[in-house]
């Protein structure tokens, strides 16, 4: 299917998800086979204050709740197709961000696909900034937003959804969101205010996809291959995102794949999977996006899953530096490493 401006090779994409999918992760489940990723998602306002100082100054030093927003918005060719994701509660704000962003698209300081406006962050701070699954409960707002992003930008947008605010208004939302003129939609089949405890019914995504006309992406649940192939088939969405189950193992989208493909995939044993992490590694040295904080967040989901996790994790906690970090990733031998993960 085409999302944004691009083709994609492959039905799963990577999630965007904030302190993890930095470029560097990116890229490595681009090359582990995501067919799609979305960045972080990065505030409105500040994008458009970073524009600013790029004016004023040629710095991008402008940072917004301890972040940097242009690390948020960094691209590169080679993990094309991406989504740049942004989030703003005002259609001023988003519309002026789409612009900006689109313009440095233009001149080849981004690379981004589409400009991905997001409606489905239930985190506290963004709700009560009134952004993020907040818009949910203003439609018309909501459809504001999007029309501004749509007269502004010069690339594709595309949106990101629940199922709701507290009741289920896919359908509604989505066929607004169209109508307002979003070229794609990702629904997460789950409302804001249940979160997790909704145990089923991604079903419900097959109604939505059946009545648009633009791609659907299904969000939510995919949290092992074969539920990512059950997911696809079940709703008939165009593609599955997977967000957290490729955190420490970004071969889930190979997997998938394969599964998708022969109805058969191969677990991923320990080796590969420290491998892999030696590449991120390399990756956010080279991308200038590695922290000690970021760091061991990613290596204690790159040890979950196999035995002697509680001391590993324990140790990572007490790391102070990126090389320790990458020692006691690097020394990890688990008992169980040959049985891999699937």
């Given at each position: 299917?085409?999302?944004?401006?691009?083709?994609l090779?492959?039905?799963?994409?990577?999630?965007?998800?904030?302190?993890?999918?930095?470029?560097?992760?990116?890229?490595?489940?681009?090359?582990?086979?995501?067919?799609?990723?979305?960045?972080?998602?990065?505030?409105?306002?500040?994008?458009v204050?970073?524009?600013?100082?790029?004016?004023?100054?040629?710095?991008?030093?402008?940072?917004?709740?301890?972040?940097?927003?242009?690390?948020?918005?960094?691209?590169?060719?080679?993990?094309?197709?991406?989504?740049?994701?942004?989030?703003?509660?005002?259609?001023?704000?988003?519309?002026?961000?789409?612009?900006?962003?689109?313009?440095?698209?233009?001149?080849?300081?981004l690379?981004?696909?589409?400009?991905?406006?997001?409606f489905g962050?239930?985190?506290?701070?963004?709700?009560?900034?009134?952004?993020?699954?907040?818009?949910?409960?203003?439609?018309?707002?909501?459809r504001?937003?999007?029309?501004?992003?749509v007269?502004?930008s010069?690339?594709?947008?595309?949106?990101?959804?629940?199922?709701?605010?507290?009741?289920?208004?896919?359908?509604?939302?989505?066929?607004?969101?169209?109508d307002?003129?979003?070229s794609?939609?990702?629904?997460?089949?789950?409302?804001?205010t249940?979160?997790?405890?909704?145990?089923?019914?991604?079903?419900?995504?097959?109604?939505?996809?059946?009545?648009?006309?633009?791609?659907?992406?299904?969000?939510?649940?995919?949290?092992?291959?074969?539920?990512?192939?059950?997911?696809?088939?079940?709703?008939?969405?165009?593609?599955?995102?997977?967000a957290?189950?490729?955190?420490?193992?970004?071969?889930?989208?190979?997997?998938?794949?394969?599964?998708?493909?022969?109805?058969?995939?191969?677990?991923?044993?320990?080796?590969?999977?420290?491998?892999?992490?030696?590449?991120?590694?390399?990756?956010?040295?080279?991308?200038?996006?590695?922290?000690?904080?970021?760091?061991?967040?990613?290596?204690?989901?790159?040890?979950?899953?196999?035995?002697?996790?509680k001391?590993?994790?324990?140790?990572?906690?007490?790391?102070?530096?990126?090389?320790?970090?990458?020692?006691?990733?690097?020394?990890?031998?688990?008992?169980?490493?040959?049985?891999?993960?699937?």
């Amino acid at each position: 299917m085409k999302y944004g401006n691009a083709a994609l090779r492959g039905k799963f994409v990577l999630g965007p998800m904030a302190a993890y999918t930095d470029i560097a992760f990116r890229l490595l489940c681009r090359r582990a086979g995501a067919a799609m990723c979305f960045t972080e998602f990065a505030n409105a306002e500040a994008i458009v204050r970073s524009g600013a100082a790029r004016r004023q100054t040629a710095l991008a030093t402008i940072t917004r709740g301890g972040k940097n927003t242009d690390a948020l918005l960094q691209t590169c060719s080679e993990e094309m197709p991406v989504g740049i994701q942004i989030f703003g509660a005002t259609p001023e704000a988003m519309g002026n961000a789409a612009s900006s962003i689109s313009a440095r698209v233009e001149t080849g300081e981004l690379y981004a696909s589409c400009i991905d406006m997001n409606f489905g962050c239930p985190a506290g701070s963004v709700i009560r900034a009134g952004a993020g699954s907040a818009l949910l409960k203003s439609p018309q707002k909501m459809r504001a937003i999007a029309e501004a992003c749509v007269k502004h930008s010069g690339i594709p947008v595309t949106a990101k959804i629940r199922a709701g605010w507290k009741s289920d208004s896919a359908l509604e939302l989505a066929l607004m969101l169209q109508d307002a003129g979003v070229s794609g939609i990702t629904v997460h089949w789950r409302t804001a205010t249940e979160g997790r405890k909704r145990q089923a019914g991604w079903e419900m995504l097959r109604e939505v996809k059946e009545a648009l006309s633009i791609p659907v992406i299904g969000n939510g649940g995919a949290s092992t291959p074969e539920k990512a192939v059950q997911f696809l088939k079940e709703t008939g969405c165009d593609a599955v995102m997977i967000a957290s189950a490729a955190l420490g193992n970004p071969h889930i989208f190979s997997q998938a794949d394969d599964l998708l493909a022969h109805g058969k995939c191969r677990k991923t044993p320990w080796e590969e999977k420290r491998a892999s992490f030696a590449q991120y590694a390399a990756l956010a040295q080279k991308y200038g996006v590695a922290t000690p904080k970021r760091f061991r967040a990613h290596a204690i989901e790159w040890v979950s899953g196999f035995n002697g996790v509680k001391e590993a994790r324990k140790r990572l906690n007490s790391a102070k530096t990126i090389r320790e970090i990458e020692g006691i990733v690097s020394g990890f031998e688990p008992s169980n490493a040959q049985s891999g993960l699937a």
